[in-house]
T-cell receptor, first 116, second 114 residues
Framework: GAVVSQHPSRVICKSGTSVKIECRSL??????MFWYRQFPKKSLMLMAT?????????EQGVEKDKFLINHASLTLSTLTVTSAHPEDSSFYIC????????????FGPGTRLTVL | AQSVTQLDSQVPVFEEAPVELRCNYS??????LFWYVQYPNQGLQLLLK??????LVKGINGFEAEFNKSQTSFHLRKPSVHISDTAEYFC????????????FGSGTRLSIRP
């Protein structure tokens, strides 16, 4: 149980285009979903926290207009990288907390974004 | 504010040997500590967590960790590793028991030699 999926697993796009990444909780409902960014050989950095039906809370230094987060249902959150540039190339990982209130975040497999 | 330091970026170990992955944290409040494992091309999986109670925490796959408040450490150990333990290991800290905001360490790559 407690599986989180991400789609796509890999995406390559041209500079200036927008890319949408989906995060789904497959067998549970998630009150809160989190988006992380992982640079090569680096740790995960929390970008934002999203709660179903409300605006996302962004961490300091993360541009909310560039990284649009939508959490439309208890099983789906999306991250849209708008007007992507090569420096946005990274590994993006989402996680989710169950509505049951367990003290565990369940992580997705990640999405590798490459901007040419 | 919390932070996590994993001093070893890579740890090579022979199969069936014991291993310790080091983790130190800093926090001005009570903390909750976690170890996650990331296998190649996969997401993070929780190995174990310390929320309260016994300072020795046992997790999955034979791993355990000990919370040491005086040394602000939460080192991960396994008495005998297998090839399948090859992965990236992340220590993490949260000030919230619901793990709502987790600060991750930089990771330690454990490579097992036959």
């Amino acid at each position: 149980g407690a599986v989180v999926s991400q789609h796509p697993s890999r995406v390559i796009c041209k500079s200036g285009t927008s890319v949408k990444i989906e995060c789904r909780s497959l067998d549970f409902q998630a009150t809160t979903m989190f988006w992380y960014r992982q640079f090569p050989k680096k740790s995960l950095m929390l970008m934002a926290t999203s709660n179903e039906g409300s605006k996302a809370t962004y961490e300091q230094g993360v541009e909310k207009d560039k990284f649009l987060i939508n959490h439309a249902s208890l099983t789906l959150s999306t991250l849209t990288v708008t007007s992507a540039h090569p420096e946005d190339s990274s590994f993006y990982i989402c996680s989710a907390n169950s509505v049951l209130g367990t003290d565990t975040q369940y992580f997705g497999p990640g999405t590798r974004l490459t901007v040419l | 504010a919390q932070s996590v330091t994993q001093l070893d970026s890579q740890v090579p170990v022979f199969e069936e040997a014991p291993v310790e992955l080091r983790c130190n944290y800093s926090s001005s409040v009570s903390v909750y500590l976690f170890w996650y494992v990331q296998y190649p091309n996969q997401g993070l999986q929780l190995l174990l967590k310390y929320l309260s109670g016994s300072t020795l925490v046992k997790g999955i796959n034979g791993f355990e960790a000990e919370f040491n408040k005086s040394q602000t450490s939460f080192h991960l150990r396994k008495p005998s590793v297998h090839i399948s333990d090859t992965a990236e290991y992340f220590c993490a800290v949260s000030a919230d028991s619901s793990a709502s905001k987790i600060i991750f360490g930089s990771g330690t790559r454990l490579s097992i030699r036959p």
